[in-house]
């Protein structure tokens, strides 16, 4: 069981540069989110998603876009890539509101 | 605002000396306090949910405890393979009750 998947695991940026990180899960979740993770700061939430064709933003969405056409898929697109987005971000899926978030092995990406 | 703080950051223990770490809340209506493990390199990893004043959980040597103010993660008799940063959380009614997480405690244990 595959779980969460994100791709990629390692990514270096230009300034300005764009890209999207990918994520899948087979658990059949309604739910998906994205968290970055930035040294001392903690887990912040980017954007969640309750069911597909539904998202809405969280503590910190300024600079990233998502989609969610599929239950399994919740792509994270980085516009206009910039130094402060250099982060950990976890993608993370649930079965519902409030219920354990399982989480995938992060992608490392830096922005210079 | 709701929120969690986790105490100490870090802290060091020997092999076998136990300790305890703390996740202190405010949060209204709170609907489950989550514990997490991470180890570098990783996403976290679910250890726990406690949904009321006095519900312990326990997991090999770890035991998490709540009360109406903290809650607790006491670990017996720790081995080096238990050096992680464990993590605490609560559901945020702000955003679909995902999980708000405090910024961790880093516990490491040498041999």
């Known amino acids: 069981n595959a779980g969460v998947t994100q791709t990629p695991k390692f990514r270096i940026l230009k300034i300005g540069q764009s890209m999207t990180l990918q994520c899948t899960q087979d658990m059949n979740h309604n739910y998906m989110y994205w968290y970055r993770q930035d040294p001392g700061m903690g887990l912040k939430l980017i954007y969640y998603s309750v069911g597909a064709g539904i998202t809405d933003k969280g503590e910190v969405p300024n600079g990233y876009n998502v989609s969610r056409s599929t239950t399994e898929d919740f792509p994270l697109r980085l516009e206009l890539a910039a130094p402060s987005q250099t982060s950990v971000y976890f993608c993370a899926s649930s079965t519902g509101a409030g219920n354990t978030i399982y989480f995938g092995e992060g992608s490392w990406l830096t922005v210079v | 605002e709701d929120q969690v703080t986790q105490s100490p950051e870090a802290l060091r223990l020997q092999e076998g000396e136990s300790s305890s770490l703390n996740c202190s809340y405010t949060?209204?209506?709170?609907?489950?306090l989550f514990w997490y493990r991470q180890d570098p390199g990783k996403g976290p990893e679910f250890l726990f949910t406690?949904?009321?004043a006095g519900e312990e959980k326990e997991k090999e040597r770890l035991k998490a405890t709540l009360t109406k103010k903290e809650s607790f993660l006491h670990i017996t008799a720790p081995k080096p393979e238990d050096s992680a940063t464990y993590l605490c959380a609560f559901p945020n009614s702000n955003s679909g009750y995902a999980l708000n997480f405090g910024k961790g405690t880093s516990l490491l244990v040498t041999p």
């Open positions: 406690l949904y009321s």
């Open positions: 949060v209204s209506g709170l609907r489950g």
